[in-house]
């Protein structure tokens, strides 16, 4: 039992060492003299789903698309694995899937705007059984979780909606 508890508290203590170690960050150094104020710094009209450290994504790719305009391109591709000792009935103890395999496309200017994501995706839960990534789509929420249509009238009126697929 003390050897136990002593792994118990180890491990916990490993833990937020690694966390602590794993999210500091360095400030970024601040190039203009004190007494000056900065303009905040505009927000992204349509953004890409956040990704935290160490991992960065890629700045999109940007090009002209015609009579739609100036047209950015993103995408994220990952997989995984596991192994499980104690399967529920019915699963398999060792899984492998395309976890996230996704495409955005955004355009973010001009009186029509719209951002879409489309892709393959899988959400695996602690303690439930391991879905795989064709059966995650067709019952969650399809190829096109997100998709948005939004019209800018004017510098400040603007009208946005999901659009369902």
Same mark, same amino acid.
């Given at each position: 039992?003390?050897?136990?508890?002593? &792994?118990? &508290?180890? !491990?916990?203590?490993?833990?937020? #060492?690694?966390?602590?170690?794993?999210? *500091?960050?360095?400030?970024?150094?601040?190039?203009?003299? #004190?007494?000056?104020? #900065?303009?905040? *710094?505009?927000?992204? %009209?349509?953004?890409? =789903?956040?990704?935290?450290?160490?991992?960065?994504?890629?700045?999109?790719?940007?090009?002209? #698309?015609?009579?739609?305009?100036?047209? +950015? &391109?993103?995408?994220?591709? +990952?997989?995984?694995?596991?192994?499980?000792?104690?399967?529920? %009935?019915?699963?398999?103890? !060792?899984?492998?899937?395309?976890?996230?395999?996704?495409?955005?496309?955004?355009?973010?200017?001009? =009186?029509?705007?719209?951002?879409?994501?489309?892709?393959?995706?899988?959400? %695996? +839960?602690?303690?439930? %059984?391991?879905?795989?990534?064709?059966?995650?789509?067709?019952?969650?929420?399809?190829? &096109? =979780?997100?998709?948005?249509?939004?019209?800018?009238?004017?510098?400040? !009126?603007?009208?946005?909606?999901?659009? =369902?697929?």
């Amino acid at each position: 039992m003390r050897l136990r508890n002593f &792994v118990f &508290v180890g !491990t916990f203590a490993l833990c937020l #060492a690694l966390a602590s170690v794993c999210s *500091a960050q360095n400030a970024p150094a601040d190039p203009k003299p #004190a007494n000056q104020t #900065a303009a905040p *710094a505009p927000l992204a %009209p349509l953004s890409q =789903p956040a990704i935290t450290g160490p991992l960065s994504g890629l700045p999109p790719a940007n090009f002209d #698309a015609g009579p739609l305009g100036k047209i +950015s &391109v993103n995408g994220i591709l +990952s997989g995984g694995g596991m192994v499980q000792g104690n399967a529920v %009935p019915g699963d398999n103890k !060792t899984q492998a899937a395309l976890h996230n395999g996704q495409v955005f496309i955004q355009k973010a200017d001009g =009186p029509v705007q719209f951002y879409l994501q489309a892709g393959a995706y899988n959400l %695996p +839960s602690l303690a439930t %059984p391991f879905l795989e990534t064709d059966k995650t789509i067709s019952n969650f929420y399809g190829p &096109v =979780p997100v998709a948005f249509l939004k019209f800018q009238a004017g510098k400040n !009126t603007s009208s946005s909606a999901p659009f =369902p697929l």
